[in-house]
């Protein structure tokens, strides 16, 4: 079974390296599905995996310069607090009873669709709001708009450890369209890593992390992930985001029947 563990996080973090996305959205239900390990559990763990593996990206982003600040600590003003209140509702309501776990279940199978959307959909978002400038929010109403982004990411990515990827990239495309792919990468993953750690720790006050499944995870997600950026160039990205997004699709109908 470790073994098998290593492999997954090696497959998923190949994935992760080539596309940029896919680590919560495969990573959840990959353990939920394939191995059995509990809703709660499985999103519990997933947090702090991402929050090791996006603290590497958010390292190559600062070094490049290419993570816009201002626009991260918008987006953390609502996720942190968001993510706060999720993880006391969880435990409020009991986050390991059998019957919030298939809550989650839906949950997770609901943001794995809405990142099905982000990828496929993301282009053409981006190519409706350069044709339409007027329609691009700015000052104040760009600023809340930022907070409130923040705080339904943060109340999705706690509950269902996704949505920090795909969906929270094409949030920023969508209020942000002027940043160039490059930043939109890099302020994305560096809100993650705040956000995924604080969600990653109301799930160990929760007891909802398998730490032995964290560490097999990532032996194999580290190599994964490396060699999945190398081959990134490669591989068409319109055929990798069409791959992942049937796979997801796949994932979700099953997580739902």
């Known amino acids: 079974m470790t073994l098998s563990y290593v492999i997954s996080g090696f497959a998923v973090g190949i994935l992760v390296g080539l596309t940029g996305v896919g680590g919560g959205s495969l990573m959840t239900p990959l353990l939920t599905l394939?191995?059995?390990?509990?809703?709660?559990?499985?999103?519990?763990?997933d947090l702090a995996f991402a929050s090791v593996t996006k603290s590497a990206g958010t390292l190559t982003h600062k070094i490049r310069g290419t993570v816009n600040w201002s626009i991260v600590r918008l987006l953390c003003l609502g996720?942190?607090?968001?993510?706060?209140?999720?993880?006391?509702?969880?435990?409020?309501?009991?986050?390991?009873?059998?019957?919030?776990?298939?809550?989650?279940?839906?949950?997770?199978?609901?943001s794995v669709l809405l990142t099905v959307i982000a990828l496929l959909f993301k282009s053409r978002m981006l190519s409706w709001l350069n044709r339409h400038p007027e329609k691009q929010l700015q000052?104040?109403?760009?600023?809340v708009?930022?907070?409130?982004?923040?705080?339904?990411?943060?109340?999705?990515?706690?509950?269902?450890s996704i949505g920090a990827g795909a969906i929270g990239a094409t949030l920023l495309v969508m209020l942000y369209p002027r940043l160039s792919a490059a930043e939109i990468a890099g302020t994305d993953i560096a809100y993650a890593?705040?956000?995924?750690?604080?969600?990653?720790?109301?799930?160990?006050?929760?007891?909802?992390?398998?730490?032995?499944l964290l560490f097999t995870l990532l032996l194999g997600s580290i190599p994964g992930i490396t060699l999945g950026s190398m081959a990134a160039r490669a591989v068409p990205e319109r055929i990798l985001r069409v791959i992942l997004a049937s796979t997801l699709t796949l994932v979700a109908a099953k997580l739902i029947f």
């Open 193 to 212: 890593v705040p956000l995924t750690a604080i969600a990653a720790l109301g799930h160990w006050w929760l007891g909802s992390i398998d730490w032995v």
């Open 139 to 143: 000052g104040r109403q760009l600023a």
């Open 145 to 160: 708009a930022t907070v409130i982004s923040g705080a339904v990411l943060g109340a999705l990515v706690t509950v269902s």
């Open 79 to 110: 996720a942190l607090p968001a993510a706060i209140i999720a993880a006391i509702g969880l435990k409020h309501y009991g986050a390991l009873d059998k019957e919030i776990g298939q809550i989650i279940r839906y949950t997770i199978a609901a």
């Open 34 to 45: 394939l191995f059995g390990v509990s809703p709660t559990v499985a999103v519990g763990t």
